[in-house]
């Protein structure tokens, strides 16, 4: 069992940035890959970047390559994800998950966390 907390979302003009963090327990957390995906109302669920359990495999969703980074700290049991020159589009609820591979399919995640919420205004 994998527990995750999201924790770092706010409101923010377009153009800045914001630190979102994943906390993880359990023992074994660091051993999953741990991905972030997101929610704006009315839509569904999508991908927006994922880290291999060693950190050195990571993807990202078009829409946010170039301005999101995506990083851990397995001493920590913590996952960031860095997001800048953040747009409108981009406001959502974000949520952390914990799986297997570095995939874009959410199905392939096991554990999800609570979701924080990023607000951006324009």
């Known amino acids: 069992q994998v527990l995750l907390v999201e924790s770092g979302g706010g409101s923010v003009q377009a153009g800045g940035s914001l630190r979102l963090s994943c906390a993880a327990s359990g023992r074994t957390s660091s051993r999953y890959a741990m991905g972030w995906f997101r929610q704006a109302p009315g839509k569904e669920r999508e991908f927006v970047a994922a880290?291999?359990?060693?950190?050195?495999?990571?993807l990202f969703a078009d829409s946010v390559k170039g301005r999101f980074t995506i990083s851990r700290d397995n001493a920590k049991n913590t996952v960031y994800l860095q997001m800048n020159s953040l747009k409108p589009e981009d406001t959502a609820v974000y949520y952390c998950?914990?799986?297997?591979?570095?995939?874009?399919?959410?199905?392939?995640?096991?554990?999800w966390g609570q979701g924080t919420q990023v607000t951006v205004s324009s």
């Open positions: 880290i291999r359990s060693s950190g050195g495999t990571t």
């Open positions: 998950a914990a799986g297997g591979v570095v995939v874009a399919r959410s199905e392939m995640y096991d554990y």
